[in-house]
């Protein structure tokens, strides 16, 4: 079903579906962007990898109109990166209907921001602490916003950005729509929906869906101080294409990063303490491909929208069920198979078994890899590069020094020349890694991932069906409150 022609879009807005290149909507965008263009409220269970951009950005460009030259959408994300990739995809859709998004975060100059924000952009990107500098200032007004985004809203949770979106909601008339994105449903985020949202409709994917089919997850239960040198013997089988290693840590990103380099491998870091310039430098050569390996902590690595990553090592186990998710998301992404590897200390065990029993699904158990299969998983990798080259290049100018060499060597004492020297052989320089405590069991959290279906939410007595706009809406508050 072609719906994006079906449900009633503006002719700029199917353009530019079909220009970024929609062919079918996934399950978050088939159920939120109908109700979501009737007007209604709407909670959607998803996670970044899930097609939820589109899923908020499409109906909210199709309810914009380019005269005007206020803010008419707001959406509020977690981080930088999220912000910014939000606002490029609601560039993407509002192409043709000269609809312009700006993203507002920390990190970068505010003044170029007031500079931007004279251009008169219909919809404003931005983190909860730097919409709340600009609301201080007067450089955003929110007093004509009607339609309302919050985007991982359980991130925002976790950071203590709860405040802040309450503060920010305040200031948007309450005659508005309101749209909140959520993996998970702990009940801070209930009661925020139930304070500022007006009957909203719950739009929940599958439970198969949230956990990520596509990837193919185990775990190896590993002494703490065994974890690096396990570590390079995966990456040394496995070879992969793109990578992002999980730390917990800022201390252990640069520990890692410095540790890989030193053993030879293609890596940079990504964590809360790298000025901005430095973050889009170690991500741009990430996406490039110029580096293989990417080292972040979760937090610097939320809603990243990078494709072609191909396998996840999670160095340290995730805080919490949640953050699990999210990790391994950023793989297995579009249809394509992915690997994820948790590393698991005995005392980490039962952090594990929470996991498993948030996403219902047991995680498969692993051994340790011999230095053996290293070797041989080297060897399997040289032979495959040496086919690939046989298949790909036109190996003329090297033909005549090949039947040189023959002349006074056998075909089979050469080739096994050849292979020695492309092989790369397992690197034990010494390096030092601070070892961490293990995580203690935290109690696990409302995850809830049920089948689809559309219930509306009651923050007191939970799922309700349908009924009419609530008549107490919030009141907007005094500009004193600020």
Known sequence: MDMFNEIGLSEAVIKATINMGFEEPTPIQAQTIPLALKGEDVIGQAQTGTGKTAAFGIPMVEKMTSGPEYIQGLVVAPTRELAIQVAEELNKIGQFKRVRALPIYGGQDINYQIRALKNRPQIIVGT??????????????????????????????????????????????????????????????????????????????????????????????????????????????????????????????DELCEALNTRGYSVEGLHGDLNQSKRDSVLRHFREGTTEILVATDVAARGLDIPGVTHIYNFDVPQDPEGYVHRIGRTGRAGKSGLAVTFVTPREMGQLRLIEQAIRKRIDRKPIPTFLEVVVGQQKQTVEKLLSVIEEEDLTSYRELAEELL?????????????????KEPNTTPVKITEEAPLRVKKQRNFNTRSDHHRKWDGNRGYKKPQGRRQNAPQKPNKKDF
């Open 128 to 253: 909860p602490g730097r919409l709340m500098d600009h609301m201080r200032r007067r450089t955003i007004r929110l007093h004509n916003v009607e339609i309302v985004v919050l985007d991982e809203a359980d991130e925002m949770l976790n950071m203590g950005f709860i405040e802040d979106i309450e503060n920010i909601l305040k200031e948007v008339p309450t005659e508005r729509q309101t749209l909140l994105f959520s993996a998970t449903m702990p009940k801070p985020i209930q009661t925020l929906a139930q304070q500022f949202m007006i009957n909203p409709t719950l739009v929940s994917i599958k439970n198969k869906e949230v956990t990520v089919p596509d990837t193919r997850q185990y775990y190896i239960e590993v002494q703490e101080r065994q974890k690096f040198d396990l570590l390079c013997r995966l990456l040394d089988i496995q070879s992969p294409e793109s990578a992002i290693i999980f730390g917990r840590t800022k201390r252990r990103v």
């Open 407 to 423: 002349a006074d060597n056998d075909s089979i004492t050469l080739i096994a020349a050849a292979l020695k020297l492309l092989t």
